[in-house]
C-alpha cells in the first residue's frame, strides 16, 4: 500500500497535497469489525483488505478507526501502520503521518512501501535531506518502485540537482515508458537546464499520450517557444485559448504572457491554477498586530531569486535603503544559495535573511504569522519555483505581489498588487483579483549604483559590421513571436547594411532564427547573436554599439529594457493591452521618451524604419537620453523609495486596530 509518486514538475512551484492513495482492490464488502485480540494473521489480513476497501469506497473515517482498533490488538502490525499513516496524510494531518510510518519502517526496515510514503511526506514537508534518505532506501528495497523514483526525482530538482534528476526520470521510462507524469517531470528538467529541443520532444510525446494532460499543451507550446519553433503555433495558441474559455487547466500563467494580449485570458487561466492547485486555505483574515513602541512596519520580501537574477538586480539598492527607523526588513529566501556578487549583496541588505528551503508551506506561513508580519511581498507570481501555496494560508494581514510577475494571482488571499497607471491602467483593474495600488511613476525600481565597464568592445570585436544600423534584442527569444519576426525581417529587407543583434542562445533556436531570415528572403549572417558576458558592467558597455533597441510583444522587456536604457540605448516599443505588454512604454514614460511608445505593429514598423534612415534623430534621442538619464524617475531611486514606503505606511495604517 501506498501513497502515489508526485507528477508536478517542481519548476512550476510546490505542487499540491496528493489525496488519493494507489491500494489492492479487494473484491469483498467493506466490513467495519475489527479483529478480535486472539485474532490470527488471517482475521488481521482480512481486516486490513476490509479497510482498503473501506478507502476506496470514500468511507475514510470509517477506514481511520478500523485501523486505529486493529493496531489496539497487533500494535507493530506494519501494514495497518503504513495504511493509517496514508490516511493521516491524506486527511492533512503530516506529523501523525510521519509518526505512523516511522514507526512501521522501524518495525521492518525492509519495508520499501512504508519507506516511500515516509519520504514523500518529507518531501511535501520540504524536509529534503530525511525525504532522500527513506526514497533512497525504498529504491534501494526495490529498484522498480516507480512512485519512490518519482518522487525522489522531484527532491533531486528541489536540490538543484538536475542532472541525476533527469537520469532517474529516464530510468523510470524505460520501466513505464508512457507514464505522463514522469514524461511531465522530465520535460520541466530539461527545460530548466535549457535542453529545450528535448523538453519539446518530451512534451510532444506527452500531448501525443493525453491531449488533456493538466498544463501539458502550454510547456508543449512555451518549449516551442524556446527553440523558436513555430510550427503550428497558431493551432497551439487556439487549442489553449479554447481549454481557457472551457476553465480547464491547459497552460501555466507565466507561459500564457509570451503567448497572448489578454488580460481577460491572463485572468482566467490564473483563477484556473489557484483553484486547482493553490485554493485557499484561511478560514479568515489575521487581525493587524498593534504598534509596538518602535511603531515600526515589519515586510517580508518572499522569493526563490535572491541570487543574479533580474529581480535582485532592480531591487536590491530599495532592500538596502529602506528606512530602518520605520521598517524591518525580512527576506525569506527558499532558492538554491548563490555565492555571487548580487546574491552576496541582496542577502546582507536584509534585517533578516531566513532559508526556508525545508519548511512547507503551512510552516512559512505559520512563521510569517508568529513573526507578526503586516505586509507579505511575493516577488514570484508564477514564475519558476514560485510558491503561491505559502500565501493561501494567509498568516499575514496583508499579502501582495510586487515586480517579479507581470499579472494577477487570480486568488482571494493577495491583498494588492503594486502597479502604475500604465501597467494597469483603470480601465483594466476588473482583469486583477487584487486591488491595484498605484505607485507615482513607474512600478519599477532600479539600482542606481550599477556600474558600466570603462572598456567596451568594438563593433568588429562584437561581430558587428562597422558602419551598418544595429537593430539589436536582448530580450529571452522565446518572447520572439513569429509576428514579431517577420517584422523585423522586414525592417532588415528596407534597410540595407543592417543586422539584427540578438542574445545568444541554445543552438537549435539560433538555427531556426536563421533558417526563418533565409525564409524571408534575409542572409543569415545578417543575424548575430551576442556571447553572454562575465559581468553585467561589461554586458551594459556594449548597448553603445547598437542604434536601436526593438520591443517585443506581448511580453515586453523588462530589465532588459531598462538596462539599454541605462546604458543609453534607445528603446522603441509597441503598447499592448496586459501589463506584460506596457512595461516598456511605463519605463519610456518615466525616462522621458514617449515618443518612442507606439500602439500598434504597423505604427511600430514604419517609426523603426523612419528612424534606421535617419541617423541624425537617432542620435538626436541618444543625447536626449544621455543628458536625461540620471534626472530621470526611472532612475531616481531616492525619490521611488520614499513614495514606495509612504505608500506602504498608507496602506497598513488603514488596517490598524481602533482603540
Not at 501555466?252 to 493553490?278: M, V, W
Not at 514564475?383 to 500565501?391: C, E, K, V
Amino acid at each position: 500500500m501506498k501513497l502515489p509518486g508526485r507528477n508536478d514538475p517542481c519548476h512550476c512551484g510546490s505542487g499540491k497535497k496528493y489525496k488519493n492513495c494507489c491500494l489492492a482492490k479487494d473484491a469483498s464488502q467493506p466490513r467495519s469489525t475489527a479483529p478480535s485480540a486472539a485474532a490470527g494473521s488471517k482475521q488481521i489480513k482480512a481486516a486490513l483488505a476490509n479497510a482498503a476497501a473501506l478507502v476506496d469506497a470514500g468511507r475514510i473515517q470509517e477506514a481511520i478507526a478500523l485501523c486505529q482498533r486493529l493496531l489496539q490488538v497487533a500494535p507493530d502490525n506494519t501494514e495497518a501502520l503504513n495504511l493509517l499513516g496514508i490516511l493521516a496524510y491524506q486527511t492533512g494531518n503530516d506529523d501523525a503521518a510521519i509518526h505512523l510510518l516511522a514507526r512501521a519502517v522501524a518495525v521492518n526496515p525492509g519495508y520499501a512501501d512504508a519507506h516511500s510514503n515516509l519520504g514523500a511526506v518529507y518531501r511535501d514537508m520540504h524536509r529534503f535531506s530525511q525525504a532522500a534518505m527513506h526514497l533512497k532506501k525504498a529504491i534501494t528495497l526495490n529498484p522498480r518502485h516507480t512512485d519512490a523514483m518519482i518522487n525522489y526525482g522531484i527532491v533531486l530538482l528541489e536540490l538543484g540537482q538536475h542532472t541525476d534528476a533527469i537520469s532517474l526520470f529516464k530510468r523510470i521510462l524505460a520501466i513505464r515508458p508512457d507514464h505522463t507524469g514522469v514524461l511531465n517531470n522530465l520535460g520541466g528538467a530539461l527545460q530548466e537546464t535549457g535542453q529545450y529541443d528535448l523538453a519539446m520532444q518530451t512534451f510532444q510525446r506527452l500531448v501525443d499520450i493525453d491531449p488533456d494532460y493538466e498544463f501539458a499543451l502550454g510547456s508543449l507550446l512555451h518549449a516551442k517557444r524556446h527553440c523558436c519553433t513555430w510550427e503550428r503555433s497558431e493551432q497551439d495558441l487556439a487549442r489553449i485559448m479554447t481549454g481557457i474559455e472551457a476553465g480547464k487547466p491547459v497552460c501555466k500563467p507565466f507561459e500564457l504572457l509570451a503567448f497572448l494580449d489578454s488580460p481577460g485570458h491572463q485572468r482566467d487561466c490564473a483563477n484556473i491554477i489557484t483553484r486547482h492547485k493553490y485554493p485557499s486555505q484561511h478560514a479568515g483574515v489575521p487581525s493587524p498586530k498593534a504598534r509596538g513602541a518602535d511603531g515600526k512596519i515589519r515586510i517580508a520580501y518572499l522569493s526563490a531569486d535572491f541570487r543574479q537574477h533580474p529581480v535582485s538586480q532592480l531591487l536590491v539598492e530599495i532592500i538596502e535603503k529602506h528606512d530602518r527607523s520605520r521598517f524591518d526588513v525580512i527576506g525569506i529566501s527558499w532558492g538554491i544559495p548563490d555565492e555571487s556578487a548580487l546574491g552576496k549583496r541582496i542577502s546582507l541588505a536584509f534585517d533578516q535573511f531566513i532559508d526556508v528551503r525545508d519548511k512547507g508551506d503551512k510552516d512559512v506561513a505559520d512563521m510569517m504569522g508568529q513573526m507578526q508580519v503586516d505586509i507579505a511581498i511575493d516577488l514570484m507570481g508564477f514564475t519558476t519555483n514560485a510558491r503561491p501555496g505559502i500565501f493561501s494560508w494567509k498568516r499575514v494581514p496583508l499579502q501582495a505581489g510586487f515586480l517579479g510577475y507581470a499579472g494577477t494571482s487570480g486568488s482571494d488571499y493577495m491583498d494588492f498588487i503594486l502597479a502604475d497607471r500604465i501597467v494597469i491602467p483603470e480601465s483594466a483593474k476588473t482583469f486583477y483579483s487584487e486591488q491595484v495600488v498605484y505607485l507615482p511613476g513607474s512600478f519599477q525600481p532600479n539600482d542606481s549604483t550599477r556600474s558600466i565597464a570603462d572598456q567596451a568592445m568594438t563593433r568588429a570585436e562584437a561581430g558587428l559590421p562597422e558602419d551598418g544600423y544595429v537593430f539589436c534584442s536582448f530580450n529571452n527569444h522565446y518572447k520572439i513571436t513569429p509576428e514579431m519576426y517577420a517584422l523585423w525581417m522586414r525592417l532588415l529587407a528596407r534597410t540595407p547594411d543592417s543586422v539584427l543583434w540578438l542574445s545568444k542562445c541554445p543552438e537549435l533556436a539560433m538555427s531556426n532564427l536563421r533558417q526563418h531570415a533565409e525564409n524571408a528572403g534575409i542572409a543569415p549572417e545578417r543575424i548575430v547573436f551576442a556571447e553572454r558576458t562575465r559581468e553585467l558592467k561589461e554586458h551594459l558597455a556594449r548597448h553603445h554599439l547598437a542604434d536601436l533597441f526593438l520591443d517585443t510583444l506581448p511580453y515586453n522587456a523588462h530589465t532588459t529594457a531598462s538596462d539599454a536604457l541605462w546604458a543609453g540605448l534607445p528603446v522603441l516599443t509597441c503598447q499592448g493591452r496586459s501589463y506584460a505588454s506596457s512595461v516598456a512604454a511605463s519605463l519610456l514614460h518615466a525616462v522621458g521618451l514617449p515618443e518612442l511608445i507606439v500602439h500598434t505593429l504597423e505604427d511600430y514598423e514604419a517609426l523603426a524604419l523612419s528612424l534606421a534612415g535617419d541617423r541624425q534623430k537617432c542620435q538626436a534621442l541618444r543625447r536626449k537620453l544621455r543628458e536625461i538619464r540620471d534626472k530621470a524617475v526611472l532612475f531616481d531611486t531616492a525619490t521611488y523609495l520614499a513614495q514606495y514606503e509612504d505608500t506602504l505606511i498608507n496602506i497598513t495604517c488603514q488596517l490598524q486596530p481602533t482603540s
